[in-house]
């Protein structure tokens, strides 16, 4: 069983940034790790994933804007989200898996979720 536990995430006005941290409790390699955000009403949606091997699969809207880092050996992902904009406003889930099969922004592809931390993006 695999814990996530992320922290970070608030307010930030239009234009400004804010950074998410998710620190995962395994004795095993975490090969898929990364971020997924959901608005009420809607379905959850990928946002941003990094590899075991540092391959990454970002959303188009999170592309030159939003910035993933892992630190491998602690299971610690890092998500910094730069040039916030209300449509960035959602709860993000930081997201594992133990697979070694390629990695997506498919929610299904992930066994281990976070409790989720809220972004609200205000002008």
């Known amino acids: 069983q695999v814990q996530l536990v992320e922290s970070g995430g608030g307010s930030a006005q239009v234009g400004g940034s804010l950074r998410l941290s998710c620190a995962a409790s395994s004795v095993e390699r975490i090969y898929c790790m990364g971020w997924f955000r959901q608005v009420p009403g809607k379905e959850r949606e990928g946002v941003v994933i990094m590899d075991w091997y540092a391959n990454v699969w970002s959303a188009t809207s999170a592309t030159g804007r939003f910035i993933i880092q892992r630190e491998f050996i602690k299971n610690i992902v890092t998500l910094e989200m730069n040039s916030l904009n209300p449509e960035d406003t959602a709860m993000y889930f930081c997201?594992?898996?133990?697979?070694?099969?390629?990695?997506?922004?498919?929610?299904?592809?992930?066994?281990?979720w976070g409790q989720g931390t809220q972004v609200t993006v205000s002008s």
């Open positions: 997201v594992a898996d133990l697979s070694e099969a390629d990695c997506s922004l498919a929610s299904a592809s992930y066994r281990y």
